[in-house]
Each structure stands twice: as structure tokens, then as C-alpha cells.
Antibody, heavy 121, light 103 residues
Framework: QVQLVQSGSELKKPGASVKVSCKAS????????MNWVRQAPGQGLEWMGW????????TYAQGFTGRFVFSLDTSVSTAYLQISSLKAEDTAVYYC??????????????WGQGTLVTVSS | EIVLTQSPGTLSLSPGERATLSCRAS???????LAWYQQKPGQAPRLLIY???SRATGIPDRFSGSGSGTDFTLTISRLEPEDFAVYYC????FGQGTKVEIK
């Protein structure tokens, strides 16, 4: 069965960096794009963008350029989200979600459990 | 960038009633890429509808989606207790969500 298992909660100070992992199993990792979604406390879902798991080419949504980096390690079927120069407003739950196709614009059919990143001094 | 606007923000209904949720796009979108999700507190979102009107695997037939162009609708024909949640439409970007709460 398809599973996306994310790394655990993180507590970081402003200005630090964090790397969230998303390990996929139960399907061929490189056949489906991977998306990232942010949800700030009490707020809605924000699409951050996606990464082509075949080529490693990332696409970032507006507002998620510069400090946000999507990457892969296909040898262990894992996608990563790295955020640098953390700010308090980056405090959120971050989800990885499998794209139902390879385009990065299909529906998100499987989701990780979410990783809470808290930024606080 | 396409902006999706959902209405109403909150829908207060009783179990057994019909829920109609709206999602309006700032420009015409392909129905092939319009999806609906359900999210309950403390849980990851769950895919309900894709391609504007196709139910995802395991989704009960009381959930249905319709629409094209800029106007899309999610309908829950008879609300069950487990349907009270927040619903999002998405085509890459997400709408702001509609909370369906118990009246």
C-alpha cells in the first residue's frame, strides 16, 4: 500500500534551517511527482509547489521562492523540503503529497502525516 | 496565478441535510485538474473528488462534484456525523476552505 512517512516535529530558532523528509513506499517513486503543502496554525492549505521525481526539477509557487528548496534522494525514495533563514511565520505543519500523475498539477491522492515546524526563540 | 474562492466560509447544517459548497476560479480552469479534499482536525487532508466530478477510491456516493470553467460545486447529499469537517477545492493552489459544522 502507498505510504508517505514524514520526519518528526522540529523546534528551531529564527535564522536557522530545517530539512523535512518524506519517505515513500508501496509504489515506484519516480513515476509520480511530489508536492509540498503548508498549513499555518488554524489556517488553510497553501500549495508550495512540486518536484519532478524523474528529473529532480522543482517548481515553486508564488511566495515560496528563495528560502525553500525541494530535493530528492531516489535511492531511498525520499523527498526533502529545506527551509533556510527561518522566521516565526514559517511555523506550520508541512505536508508532502503524491501527485496522481507526473505533471505536478494532478490531484494529490496520498498525503504524509505532516511535520510540525515551530520557529521560536 | 489562479485564485480559488470558496463560499460560504462556514455552513451550519444538521445531520441528514444537504450541503452545497461552491468554488469559483478567477479564470477558467481545466476540469481535469479540479479536486476537492476533506480535512478533519489533526489529520492530513483526504482526496474526495478529482477531475471535478470523479470520486476517489473509497469515497461514498453521497459526495458528488460538478461544474466547469470557473464555477465548481461539491455536494454532500445527506450529511453523516463524520462529514463535519473543512473542505478545500484545489487546482494547484487551494481555496480558503469551507467549514461544515453541526447546527
Amino acid at each position: 500500500q502507498v505510504q508517505l512517512v514524514q520526519s518528526g516535529s522540529e523546534l528551531k530558532k529564527p535564522g536557522a534551517s530545517v530539512k523535512v523528509s518524506c519517505k515513500a513506499s508501496g509504489y515506484t517513486f519516480t513515476s509520480y511527482a511530489m508536492n509540498w503543502v503548508r498549513q499555518a496554525p488554524g489556517q488553510g492549505l497553501e500549495w508550495m509547489g512540486w518536484i519532478n521525481t524523474n528529473t529532480g526539477n522543482p517548481t515553486y509557487a508564488q511566495g515560496f521562492t528563495g528560502r525553500f528548496v525541494f530535493s530528492l534522494d531516489t535511492s531511498v525514495s525520499t523527498a526533502y523540503l529545506q527551509i533556510s533563514s527561518l522566521k516565526a511565520e514559517d511555523t506550520a505543519v508541512y505536508y508532502c503529497a503524491r501527485d496522481a500523475g507526473y505533471s505536478g498539477y494532478d490531484e494529490l491522492d496520498y498525503w504524509g502525516q505532516g511535520t510540525l515546524v515551530t520557529v521560536s526563540s | 496565478e489562479i485564485v480559488l474562492t470558496q463560499s460560504p466560509g462556514t455552513l451550519s447544517l444538521s445531520p441528514g441535510e444537504r450541503a452545497t459548497l461552491s468554488c469559483r476560479a478567477s479564470q477558467s480552469v481545466s476540469s481535469s485538474y479540479l479536486a476537492w479534499y476533506q480535512q478533519k482536525p489533526g489529520q492530513a487532508p483526504r482526496l474526495l473528488i478529482y477531475g471535478a466530478s470523479s470520486r476517489a477510491t473509497g469515497i461514498p456516493d453521497r459526495f458528488s462534484g460538478s461544474g466547469s470553467g470557473t464555477d465548481f460545486t461539491l455536494t454532500i447529499s445527506r450529511l453523516e456525523p463524520e462529514d463535519f469537517a473543512v473542505y478545500y477545492c484545489q487546482q494547484s493552489t487551494f481555496g480558503q476552505g469551507t467549514k461544515v459544522e453541526i447546527k
